[in-house]
């Protein structure tokens, strides 16, 4: 594989490069490199934006309102994003739902929700996880019986990361208890607006919000709602996880983060002495530097496998595995240079509208909450033990 970008390519990063310097907003930016908390309408703002121009869902095929870029170009932008200060796109319309009704939906559905996913007409949330199924999903509980031209759907979600914004929910539910757990599973589409609809926040371990209980009694869902064909919704959740996964490697995000790592540890002093010279946490940046560069080739590898149409298969897994430890290492190390300034822990600070005096270096202020908080990427999405349990059989053949 030549790992050279051609001249093309490089002229489509100084494009990039141009859109983001006059379009992303400066104050946007900042909160991200802060890594201070975004409201909603910065996210919403943003999707506008990539959507005004046309690179909004740009992994999707041009017939359904993609770019057509190469895997070269996606990563190119992904990078380019990153380093800039752009925010992660809310992944759930864009990277899961779309590529599943692409593939699986029937034209009604397509027509219909591609073009709201786009428009930002609707916030979509993700109903994977039970209280009794995470890793384990296929042992789900909630129910969806035939009722006429609905489902009545019964049962719990958890862990509905922006649940609190959603409109829409894609869900999971069992619609046969005779067969084989992974058998009778459908994939449906909910209106998180009709009665029976419960949303309950979760306080995660940063003082945040981000994820939900939801509840769902008696709830209505026509079964035009239903993706692809009912008891074959474990093969949908399956193609949805794999480009989750594969997104989850976050190599843009680790880049910016490790270049932020660097002005840090030029900037903090120890004993006398720049924090990069210091040998035990100079070493620590050269190795998760090298795992980066490694993981950006292999992330490229993936991406140019599957250009044709196909799906990533256990490389997902490997991905997310790795990006995962190399994200949570980059925060730890941030967390470790911040040293005794990073204990207090002011929730003020989270938001760019703080304007007290810092404690410490400005990173301090929200350098143990990235860290606590990240710790999830290594759970959500499918544990990393899991995808070592998948690499295993799938390549190992164990």
């Known amino acids: 594989m030549d790992l050279q970008f051609t001249p093309e390519e490089e002229a489509f990063r100084a494009e990039v490069r141009a859109f983001l310097k006059e379009s992303l907003p400066k104050e946007l930016a900042a909160k991200v490199k802060a890594g201070q908390r975004l409201t909603r309408f910065d996210q919403e703002n943003w999707h506008a934006i990539l959507n005004k121009k046309g690179w909004l869902a740009y992994h999707w095929p041009k017939e359904?309102?993609?770019?057509?870029?190469?895997?070269?170009?996606?990563?190119?932008?992904?990078?380019?994003?990153?380093?800039?200060?752009?925010?992660?796109?809310?992944?759930?319309?864009?990277?899961?739902?779309?590529?599943?009704?692409?593939?699986?939906?029937?034209?009604?559905?397509?027509?219909?929700?591609?073009?709201?996913?786009?428009?930002?007409?609707?916030?979509?949330?993700?109903?994977?996880?039970?209280?009794?199924a995470g890793s384990d999903l296929a042992s789900l509980k909630t129910t969806a019986v035939r009722n006429g031209d609905h489902y009545i759907v019964n049962g719990q979600k958890t862990w509905t990361t922006q649940g609190q914004h959603a409109n829409m929910m894609f869900c999971l539910v069992r619609t046969n208890k005779e067969v084989k757990s992974q058998q009778g599973i459908s994939f449906v589409l909910i209106d998180m607006k009709q009665p029976g609809v419960e949303v309950r926040p979760i306080r995660t371990l940063d003082g945040d919000k981000e994820v939900n209980e939801v509840f769902l009694t008696d709830v209505k869902v026509p079964l035009e709602n239903l993706v692809g064909e009912e008891n074959k919704g474990w093969t949908y959740a399956k193609y949805l996880l794999t480009y989750e996964r594969t997104g989850i490697a976050g190599v843009g995000f680790s880049m910016a983060g490790l270049e932020k790592l660097k002005v840090i540890a030029q900037r903090v002093q120890r004993n006398g002495k720049p924090l990069i010279e210091d040998p035990q946490f100079a070493t620590r940046m050269a190795k998760v530097e090298i795992e980066l560069l490694n993981m950006a080739t292999t992330n490229l590898r993936v991406i140019a496998s599957v250009a044709g149409g196909g799906v990533p298969g256990a490389e997902s897994s490997m991905l997310k595995i790795k990006g995962t430890v190399i994200r949570q290492e980059l925060?730890?190390?941030?967390?470790?240079?911040?040293?005794?300034?990073?204990?207090?822990?002011?929730?003020?600070?989270?938001f760019a509208e703080y304007a007290d005096e810092p404690v410490g270096p400005k990173e301090a202020a929200t350098?143990?909450?990235?860290?606590f908080n990240y710790r999830k990427l290594s759970i959500f999405g499918g544990s990393n033990e899991i995808q070592r349990n998948i690499i295993s059989k799938m390549i190992l053949g164990l």
């Open 331 to 350: 925060l730890s190390l941030v967390r470790r240079a911040m040293g005794p300034y990073a204990l207090p822990y002011i929730e003020e600070a989270q």
């Open 64 to 132: 359904h309102g993609g770019t057509g870029w190469s895997p070269v170009q996606k990563f190119i932008f992904d990078d380019e994003c990153a380093i800039a200060g752009g925010p992660r796109l809310v992944p759930f319309g864009l990277s899961m739902l779309g590529p599943v009704l692409i593939k699986y939906g029937n034209d009604a559905q397509k027509n219909h929700w591609l073009p709201r996913i786009l428009n930002g007409d609707d916030w979509w949330c993700q109903g994977y996880s039970e209280p009794g």
């Open 367 to 371: 350098a143990a909450a990235a860290y």
